[in-house]
Protein backbone atom coordinates (compact mmCIF):
# COMPACT_ATOMS: atom_id res chain seq x y z
CA UNK A 1 0.00 0.00 0.00
CA UNK A 2 1.19 3.39 -0.93
CA UNK A 3 1.33 5.94 1.85
CA UNK A 4 2.30 9.59 1.26
CA UNK A 5 3.52 12.00 3.35
CA UNK A 6 0.29 13.99 4.21
CA UNK A 7 -1.71 10.60 5.23
CA UNK A 8 1.21 10.48 7.59
CA UNK A 9 1.01 13.67 9.36
CA UNK A 10 -2.77 14.06 9.04
CA UNK A 11 -3.31 10.62 11.20
CA UNK A 12 -0.49 11.79 13.18
CA UNK A 13 -2.04 14.84 13.76
CA UNK A 14 -5.35 13.04 14.52
CA UNK A 15 -4.09 10.56 17.07
CA UNK A 16 -2.56 13.44 18.98
CA UNK A 17 -5.63 15.35 19.11
CA UNK A 18 -7.35 11.87 19.98
CA UNK A 19 -4.39 10.79 22.97
CA UNK A 20 -5.20 14.13 24.61
CA UNK A 21 -8.50 13.70 25.05
CA UNK A 22 -8.46 10.38 26.64
CA UNK A 23 -4.67 10.14 27.71
CA UNK A 24 -5.99 7.08 30.16
CA UNK A 25 -7.53 4.88 27.53
CA UNK A 26 -4.81 5.12 25.24
CA UNK A 27 -2.44 4.22 27.66
CA UNK A 28 -4.44 0.85 28.24
CA UNK A 29 -2.37 -0.32 25.12
CA UNK A 30 0.83 0.18 27.62
CA UNK A 31 -0.25 -2.76 29.54
CA UNK A 32 2.04 -5.65 30.41
CA UNK A 33 1.09 -9.32 29.72
CA UNK A 34 -1.48 -11.14 31.74
CA UNK A 35 -1.58 -14.39 30.65
CA UNK A 36 -3.46 -16.45 32.76
CA UNK A 37 -3.20 -20.01 31.32
CA UNK A 38 -3.44 -22.23 34.50
CA UNK A 39 -5.18 -25.23 33.23
CA UNK A 40 -8.70 -25.65 34.03
CA UNK A 41 -10.11 -28.77 35.03
CA UNK A 42 -11.85 -30.85 32.57
CA UNK A 43 -13.32 -34.64 32.25
CA UNK A 44 -12.94 -33.98 28.62
CA UNK A 45 -10.62 -37.69 27.24
CA UNK A 46 -9.07 -35.39 24.41
CA UNK A 47 -6.05 -33.65 24.35
CA UNK A 48 -7.08 -29.98 22.85
CA UNK A 49 -5.00 -27.68 21.10
CA UNK A 50 -2.40 -26.41 23.52
CA UNK A 51 -2.23 -22.83 20.97
CA UNK A 52 -6.10 -21.91 20.85
CA UNK A 53 -7.06 -23.69 24.39
CA UNK A 54 -4.22 -21.54 26.28
CA UNK A 55 -5.24 -18.88 24.95
CA UNK A 56 -9.18 -19.62 25.09
CA UNK A 57 -8.31 -20.31 28.86
CA UNK A 58 -6.36 -16.95 29.47
CA UNK A 59 -9.64 -15.29 28.51
CA UNK A 60 -12.14 -17.42 30.32
CA UNK A 61 -9.57 -16.55 33.45
CA UNK A 62 -10.22 -13.08 32.83
CA UNK A 63 -13.58 -12.62 32.51
CA UNK A 64 -14.12 -14.67 35.61
CA UNK A 65 -12.11 -12.38 37.51
CA UNK A 66 -14.04 -9.71 36.12
CA UNK A 67 -17.25 -11.38 37.97
CA UNK A 68 -18.95 -11.78 34.54
CA UNK A 69 -19.76 -15.79 35.44
CA UNK A 70 -20.63 -14.57 39.38
CA UNK A 71 -24.70 -14.51 38.71
CA UNK A 72 -26.14 -17.27 36.55
CA UNK A 73 -25.89 -15.88 32.70
CA UNK A 74 -26.95 -17.29 29.09
CA UNK A 75 -23.40 -17.56 27.06
CA UNK A 76 -23.74 -16.89 23.70
CA UNK A 77 -20.40 -17.35 21.77
CA UNK A 78 -20.10 -14.83 18.36
CA UNK A 79 -18.20 -16.12 15.05
CA UNK A 80 -17.54 -19.35 17.21
CA UNK A 81 -15.92 -21.77 14.35
CA UNK A 82 -14.83 -24.43 16.36
CA UNK A 83 -16.67 -23.23 19.60
CA UNK A 84 -12.91 -23.52 21.18
CA UNK A 85 -13.87 -20.34 23.78
CA UNK A 86 -17.70 -21.73 24.47
CA UNK A 87 -16.30 -25.23 25.25
CA UNK A 88 -13.64 -23.58 28.02
CA UNK A 89 -16.34 -21.54 29.74
CA UNK A 90 -18.37 -25.02 29.72
CA UNK A 91 -15.24 -26.54 31.67
CA UNK A 92 -14.78 -23.78 33.92
CA UNK A 93 -18.17 -23.34 34.93
CA UNK A 94 -18.68 -27.26 35.25
CA UNK A 95 -17.87 -28.16 39.15
CA UNK A 96 -19.03 -31.81 38.53
CA UNK A 97 -16.43 -33.33 37.14
CA UNK A 98 -16.18 -36.23 39.03
CA UNK A 99 -20.00 -37.32 37.93
CA UNK A 100 -18.84 -37.42 34.12
CA UNK A 101 -14.96 -38.75 34.86
CA UNK A 102 -17.05 -41.72 36.41
CA UNK A 103 -19.64 -42.02 33.98
CA UNK A 104 -17.04 -42.03 31.16
CA UNK A 105 -15.39 -44.58 32.44
CA UNK A 106 -18.46 -47.02 33.32
CA UNK A 107 -19.16 -46.40 29.71
CA UNK A 108 -15.33 -47.21 28.29
CA UNK A 109 -15.50 -50.53 31.00
CA UNK A 110 -18.62 -51.89 28.99
CA UNK A 111 -19.21 -50.58 25.66
CA UNK A 112 -17.09 -51.24 22.56
CA UNK A 113 -18.48 -47.31 21.82
CA UNK A 114 -14.89 -45.57 24.01
CA UNK A 115 -14.51 -41.79 25.02
CA UNK A 116 -18.18 -40.68 24.77
CA UNK A 117 -20.75 -40.52 27.38
CA UNK A 118 -24.77 -39.70 27.15
CA UNK A 119 -25.65 -35.63 27.32
CA UNK A 120 -28.21 -36.11 29.18
CA UNK A 121 -26.71 -37.65 32.63
CA UNK A 122 -27.28 -34.24 34.31
CA UNK A 123 -29.42 -31.14 33.84
CA UNK A 124 -27.72 -28.21 32.00
CA UNK A 125 -28.04 -24.91 30.35
CA UNK A 126 -27.60 -24.30 26.75
CA UNK A 127 -24.27 -22.66 25.08
CA UNK A 128 -24.94 -20.79 22.05
CA UNK A 129 -22.23 -20.40 19.47
CA UNK A 130 -23.27 -18.52 16.45
CA UNK A 131 -21.56 -19.39 13.43
CA UNK A 132 -21.82 -18.64 9.24
CA UNK A 133 -21.02 -22.37 8.67
CA UNK A 134 -22.68 -25.63 9.03
CA UNK A 135 -21.21 -29.02 9.63
CA UNK A 136 -19.62 -30.11 12.58
CA UNK A 137 -16.62 -31.70 11.16
CA UNK A 138 -13.48 -30.50 13.73
CA UNK A 139 -16.25 -28.44 15.69
CA UNK A 140 -15.87 -28.88 19.39
CA UNK A 141 -19.61 -29.63 20.16
CA UNK A 142 -19.12 -33.37 20.92
CA UNK A 143 -16.93 -32.39 23.59
CA UNK A 144 -19.73 -30.63 25.51
CA UNK A 145 -21.38 -33.56 26.86
CA UNK A 146 -18.44 -33.68 29.72
CA UNK A 147 -19.84 -30.66 30.90
CA UNK A 148 -22.72 -29.06 32.85
CA UNK A 149 -24.01 -27.28 28.85
CA UNK A 150 -25.46 -28.66 25.69
CA UNK A 151 -24.06 -26.76 22.56
CA UNK A 152 -26.85 -25.29 20.59
CA UNK A 153 -25.21 -24.25 17.32
CA UNK A 154 -27.16 -20.87 15.78
CA UNK A 155 -26.12 -21.02 11.79
CA UNK A 156 -26.12 -17.27 9.82
CA UNK A 157 -25.59 -14.14 10.07
CA UNK A 158 -24.27 -12.26 13.22
CA UNK A 159 -26.57 -9.50 11.85
CA UNK A 160 -29.64 -11.86 13.01
CA UNK A 161 -28.65 -12.11 16.04
CA UNK A 162 -30.23 -10.54 19.04
CA UNK A 163 -31.55 -11.14 22.54
CA UNK A 164 -35.18 -12.11 21.05
CA UNK A 165 -33.23 -14.62 19.09
CA UNK A 166 -32.24 -16.09 21.82
CA UNK A 167 -35.51 -16.15 24.17
CA UNK A 168 -36.76 -17.91 20.91
CA UNK A 169 -34.24 -21.04 21.50
CA UNK A 170 -33.65 -20.38 24.94
CA UNK A 171 -35.91 -24.31 25.67
CA UNK A 172 -34.97 -26.79 27.78
CA UNK A 173 -33.04 -29.64 25.95
CA UNK A 174 -31.92 -33.03 26.20
CA UNK A 175 -28.74 -32.87 23.93
CA UNK A 176 -26.78 -30.44 21.28
CA UNK A 177 -28.46 -28.75 18.86
CA UNK A 178 -27.87 -26.77 15.38
CA UNK A 179 -30.77 -24.53 14.42
CA UNK A 180 -30.64 -21.73 11.54
CA UNK A 181 -31.19 -18.12 12.83
CA UNK A 182 -33.58 -17.60 10.21
CA UNK A 183 -36.09 -20.38 11.01
CA UNK A 184 -36.94 -19.92 14.53
CA UNK A 185 -39.07 -22.48 16.15
CA UNK A 186 -42.44 -22.12 17.99
CA UNK A 187 -41.54 -23.36 21.31
CA UNK A 188 -42.50 -21.64 24.54
CA UNK A 189 -39.74 -19.78 25.19
CA UNK A 190 -38.08 -19.19 28.61
CA UNK A 191 -36.72 -15.72 29.65
CA UNK A 192 -33.06 -14.96 30.44
CA UNK A 193 -32.03 -12.67 33.36
CA UNK A 194 -28.39 -12.03 31.89
CA UNK A 195 -26.88 -12.36 28.49
CA UNK A 196 -23.00 -12.62 28.01
CA UNK A 197 -21.53 -12.40 24.62
CA UNK A 198 -17.96 -13.86 24.20
CA UNK A 199 -16.03 -13.98 20.97
CA UNK A 200 -12.48 -15.07 20.34
CA UNK A 201 -10.49 -13.48 17.30
CA UNK A 202 -13.62 -11.69 15.96
CA UNK A 203 -12.60 -9.76 12.57
CA UNK A 204 -13.45 -6.02 12.64
CA UNK A 205 -16.95 -6.12 10.96
CA UNK A 206 -18.45 -8.78 13.06
CA UNK A 207 -17.32 -6.97 16.64
CA UNK A 208 -18.81 -4.18 15.28
CA UNK A 209 -22.26 -5.89 14.74
CA UNK A 210 -21.86 -7.56 17.99
CA UNK A 211 -21.23 -4.47 19.95
CA UNK A 212 -24.18 -2.61 19.15
CA UNK A 213 -26.71 -5.57 20.13
CA UNK A 214 -29.64 -4.68 22.45
CA UNK A 215 -30.13 -5.81 25.85
CA UNK A 216 -26.57 -7.60 26.07
CA UNK A 217 -25.47 -7.20 30.17
CA UNK A 218 -21.61 -8.29 28.89
CA UNK A 219 -19.28 -8.17 26.57
CA UNK A 220 -15.93 -10.11 26.64
CA UNK A 221 -14.37 -10.26 22.89
CA UNK A 222 -11.02 -11.08 22.21
CA UNK A 223 -10.09 -8.34 18.98
CA UNK A 224 -8.98 -8.88 15.77
CA UNK A 225 -8.47 -8.12 12.14
CA UNK A 226 -9.24 -4.60 12.26
CA UNK A 227 -8.22 -4.38 8.24
CA UNK A 228 -11.40 -6.66 7.87
CA UNK A 229 -13.49 -3.40 9.39
CA UNK A 230 -16.28 -1.38 7.67
CA UNK A 231 -17.07 2.04 7.69
CA UNK A 232 -20.81 1.28 7.40
CA UNK A 233 -20.69 -0.91 10.78
CA UNK A 234 -17.88 0.88 12.82
CA UNK A 235 -19.69 1.54 15.91
CA UNK A 236 -18.45 5.02 16.49
CA UNK A 237 -17.97 7.05 13.24
CA UNK A 238 -18.13 9.95 14.62
CA UNK A 239 -15.40 9.64 16.91
CA UNK A 240 -12.83 9.86 14.13
CA UNK A 241 -14.98 11.99 11.75
CA UNK A 242 -12.64 13.45 8.91
CA UNK A 243 -10.53 10.56 8.77
CA UNK A 244 -10.07 8.07 5.75
CA UNK A 245 -11.73 5.29 7.30
CA UNK A 246 -10.48 2.73 4.93
CA UNK A 247 -6.89 4.02 4.89
CA UNK A 248 -7.46 3.70 8.68
CA UNK A 249 -8.40 -0.32 8.38
CA UNK A 250 -5.87 -1.11 5.95
CA UNK A 251 -2.96 0.47 8.00
CA UNK A 252 -3.28 -1.73 10.84
CA UNK A 253 -2.63 -5.07 8.97
CA UNK A 254 1.02 -3.37 9.28
CA UNK A 255 1.36 -4.39 13.27
CA UNK A 256 1.69 -7.63 12.62
CA UNK A 257 2.91 -8.47 8.71
CA UNK A 258 6.79 -8.30 9.15
CA UNK A 259 6.65 -10.70 11.66
CA UNK A 260 10.27 -10.92 13.86
CA UNK A 261 12.37 -9.64 10.79
CA UNK A 262 14.18 -6.83 11.48
CA UNK A 263 12.83 -3.76 10.22
CA UNK A 264 14.01 -0.92 8.67
CA UNK A 265 12.70 2.72 9.02
CA UNK A 266 10.34 3.30 6.60
CA UNK A 267 9.01 -0.51 8.17
CA UNK A 268 9.62 0.71 11.72
CA UNK A 269 7.21 3.63 10.85
CA UNK A 270 4.41 1.78 8.98
CA UNK A 271 4.38 -0.62 11.86
CA UNK A 272 3.85 2.22 14.24
CA UNK A 273 1.01 3.87 12.40
CA UNK A 274 -0.43 0.57 11.98
CA UNK A 275 -0.82 0.23 15.79
CA UNK A 276 -1.88 3.71 16.58
CA UNK A 277 -5.04 3.33 13.64
CA UNK A 278 -5.61 0.00 15.77
CA UNK A 279 -5.86 2.05 19.36
CA UNK A 280 -7.76 4.84 17.46
CA UNK A 281 -10.06 2.15 16.37
CA UNK A 282 -10.90 0.58 19.48
CA UNK A 283 -10.80 3.40 22.02
CA UNK A 284 -13.26 4.64 19.62
CA UNK A 285 -15.24 1.05 20.65
CA UNK A 286 -14.46 1.78 24.33
CA UNK A 287 -16.03 5.07 23.90
CA UNK A 288 -19.22 4.19 22.40
CA UNK A 289 -20.07 1.11 24.84
CA UNK A 290 -19.16 3.76 27.65
CA UNK A 291 -21.92 5.98 26.40
CA UNK A 292 -24.16 3.18 26.22
CA UNK A 293 -24.06 2.78 30.42
CA UNK A 294 -20.67 0.10 30.26
CA UNK A 295 -17.91 -0.26 32.21
CA UNK A 296 -14.83 -1.21 30.26
CA UNK A 297 -11.79 -2.10 29.99
CA UNK A 298 -9.06 -3.69 28.03
CA UNK A 299 -6.44 -7.05 28.93
CA UNK A 300 -3.70 -8.11 26.91
CA UNK A 301 -4.47 -11.73 28.03
CA UNK A 302 -1.49 -13.63 25.79
CA UNK A 303 2.13 -12.69 24.70
CA UNK A 304 2.86 -11.37 20.57
CA UNK A 305 4.37 -14.57 20.41
CA UNK A 306 1.34 -16.68 21.64
CA UNK A 307 -0.86 -14.36 19.48
CA UNK A 308 -0.60 -11.17 16.84
CA UNK A 309 -3.70 -10.06 18.11
CA UNK A 310 -3.41 -10.18 21.96
CA UNK A 311 -6.21 -7.93 23.62
CA UNK A 312 -9.48 -8.40 25.23
CA UNK A 313 -12.09 -5.82 25.01
CA UNK A 314 -14.73 -6.25 28.04
CA UNK A 315 -17.50 -4.69 29.15
CA UNK A 316 -20.43 -5.04 31.64
CA UNK A 317 -23.42 -3.40 33.29
Known sequence: MNIDQNQIDVLLQKYDELYALNPELYDLFKQNVDFMDEKIPTAIPFQQNQRHYSQATSIARHLQRKGFFENQTTILEAGSGTGQLGLTIACLLTPNLQVYADELARVNSSST?????????????????????????????????????????????????????????????????????????????????????????????????????????????????????????????????????????????????????????????????????????DVGRILYLKSKGYTVGLVKYCSDEESGEAWLLWAKK
Do not use: W
Open 113 to 281: KKNTIPQNIRPKSSMYLVDLKQGLKYKNDRYFCFTDFHAVRLIGNLIGVNRQTIQTHNVKREQNQTLNIDSLINEQTVLINKLTVVGKHLCGAATDIVLVYEGVDQFGIALCCHAKCDAQLYVNKEYLHGMDMQFMFKLTSYQHCYGKQELNAEQTLRKELGFKARQML
